[in-house]
C-alpha cells in the first residue's frame, strides 16, 4: 500500500550541482505532478504530465525539468542548482487530469542547496 | 498573482472549539474547491472539497461554506480536537482545463490546545 513514493527524503546540494528527485506510484494512476512547497506561499505546481509520454509545464517551470519514464515513474531534475530552489518537493499523482479527481502527494523530498 | 487567498496564517484554538479558515477568490471559471490537510513530514491529503452549485457540504466534524456571489468558501472544524492539528490549504480549479491545474492558497497552520 505504498501510494505514492519518492526518494532521496533529504539531500543538501552546493550552487551549481545537479540532480534528480525521483517518484513512482503504484495506482496505476495516468496523470503526475511536481509541486514545491515554500512557507507562505503554499503548493506551486513545477511540471506534470497528464498520461504517459506527455509533459507541461505548470507555474514554476525555470530550472526544472521533467521525464515520464513510464506510467509509473516521473523524475524531476534540477540541472544547475540555486539557493532559490531550496524547498520541498512534492510528487503526486492522480486517475486523470480532470478536475474532481483526487490528488494524492508523497511524503515530500527536503531540499537545501547552499 | 495569488489567486486565491487564505486567512489567517495560523490559527490556535482550544479543543472543543470551532476553527474557522477562510479563502478567496478571483477567477470566477473556478468550479473545484478542495481543501487538504497536511500533517508535519508528510504530504497535503485531501480532506473535503465542493462544487458551486451547493452552498454547503458537511463530512463529520468538517464542513466546506461556500458563497459564490462573494467568491469565497471557508472551513469549518467543529469540536476540534489536539489531532486536528495540522497545515490546512484551500484550492481552487477550472474544470475544462487539462492538468489539474489546483491554485493553492498560502496555508493555515491550526493548533489544538488539549
Known amino acids: 500500500n505504498a501510494g505514492v513514493t519518492q526518494t532521496p527524503k533529504f539531500q543538501v546540494l552546493k550552487t551549481g550541482q545537479s540532480m534528480t528527485l525521483q517518484c513512482a506510484q503504484d495506482?496505476?494512476?495516468?496523470?503526475m505532478y511536481w509541486y514545491r512547497q515554500d512557507p507562505g506561499m503554499g503548493l506551486r505546481l513545477i511540471y506534470y504530465s497528464a498520461s504517459e509520454g506527455t509533459t507541461d509545464k505548470g507555474e514554476v517551470p525555470n530550472g526544472y525539468n521533467v521525464s515520464r519514464l513510464n506510467k509509473r515513474e516521473f523524475s524531476l531534475r534540477l540541472e544547475s542548482a540555486a539557493p532559490s530552489q531550496t524547498s520541498v518537493y512534492f510528487c503526486a499523482s492522480s486517475a486523470s487530469d480532470r478536475t474532481g479527481n483526487t490528488i494524492y502527494f508523497g511524503e515530500g523530498s527536503w531540499l537545501t542547496v547552499v | 498573482q495569488q489567486q486565491v487567498k487564505q486567512s489567517p496564517q495560523s490559527l490556535i484554538v482550544q479543543k472543543g472549539g470551532i476553527s474557522i479558515i477562510n479563502c478567496a477568490y478571483e477567477?470566477?471559471?473556478?468550479?473545484?474547491f478542495p481543501w487538504y490537510q497536511q500533517f508535519p513530514g508528510k504530504g497535503p491529503a485531501l480532506l473535503i472539497a465542493?462544487?458551486?452549485?451547493?452552498s454547503e457540504k458537511k463530512e463529520g466534524r468538517f464542513t466546506i461554506s461556500f458563497n459564490k456571489s462573494a467568491k469565497q468558501f471557508s472551513l469549518h472544524i467543529m469540536d476540534s480536537q489536539p489531532g486536528d492539528s495540522a497545515t490546512y490549504f484551500c484550492a481552487a480549479s477550472r474544470g475544462e482545463t487539462s492538468g489539474s491545474r489546483l491554485t493553492f492558497g498560502e496555508g493555515t497552520q491550526l493548533t489544538v490546545n488539549p
Open positions: 495506482m496505476n494512476h495516468n496523470s
Open positions: 477567477n470566477t471559471a473556478f468550479d473545484y
Open positions: 465542493i462544487r458551486p452549485d451547493v
